[in-house]
């Protein structure tokens, strides 16, 4: 899966990391964490370029997470 051209949205936190089943959730991706584990295991997503599928994979600013032909950002 690739980024290409797709802008990125930026994902502001207040923490030193969500996970990315927060961040499922947070963007609207997921309704409930429960709903993680079955995401990740169906759909393709890049973090940093790399398949990730671990839901309580840590994400810190300047994480670049791709999702479904979407980019988001993660900002302090």
Not at 34 to 63: C, F, M, Q, S, W
Request: glycine share 12%; charged share 25%; hydrophobic share 35%.
């Amino acid at each position: 899966m690739s980024m290409g051209k797709t802008t990125p949205q930026s994902v502001r936190i207040h923490t030193e990391y969500i996970t990315l089943g927060q961040l499922l959730k947070f963007v609207s991706i997921i309704g409930f964490g429960g709903e993680a584990k079955e995401y990740l295991a169906t759909h393709e997503i890049e973090v940093n370029g790399e398949k990730e599928n671990r839901r309580g994979r840590k994400l810190r600013p300047g994480d670049l997470i791709a999702i479904e032909g979407n980019a988001y950002l993660i900002e302090a």
